[in-house]
């Protein structure tokens, strides 16, 4: 998900943003844009960068299988195609 110390810091930087007139409603404003980024945030199919990488690698790895499997297959019938031929004369 989303990092919470950057969700922080975007939010305390907004509150510091307000002008001094609405300095009595800074937490009010900050509570309300960090839920409301959380809400946002939790209701979007994400994934974080780790999560992401670790399915890239598992992914490339199924395919180098997937590749050496497709050889042993070939590479089987191959062999076996002389046989039957053998067989059906």
């Known amino acids: 998900m989303f990092d919470p110390k950057k969700l922080?810091?975007?939010?305390?930087?907004?509150?510091?943003?307000?002008p001094?007139?609405?300095?009595?409603?800074?937490?009010?404003?900050e509570?309300?844009?960090?839920?409301?980024?959380?809400q946002v945030l939790s209701s979007m199919d994400i994934v974080t960068r780790e999560d992401f990488d670790v399915q890239r690698l598992v992914l490339?790895?199924?395919?180098e299988r997937l590749e050496a499997l497709e050889k042993r297959v070939a590479a089987l019938e191959a062999?076996?195609?002389p046989n039957v031929l053998d067989v059906e004369a």
Request: a positive charge; hydrophobic letters at 35%; zero cysteines.
């Open 79 to 81: 062999e076996r195609a």
């Open 31 to 38: 509570k309300t844009v960090r839920l409301g980024v959380q």
């Open 60 to 63: 490339a790895r199924t395919r």
């Open 20 to 29: 001094e007139a609405l300095s009595d409603v800074r937490s009010d404003v």
């Open 8 to 18: 922080d810091d975007v939010v305390r930087r907004l509150g510091e943003g307000l």
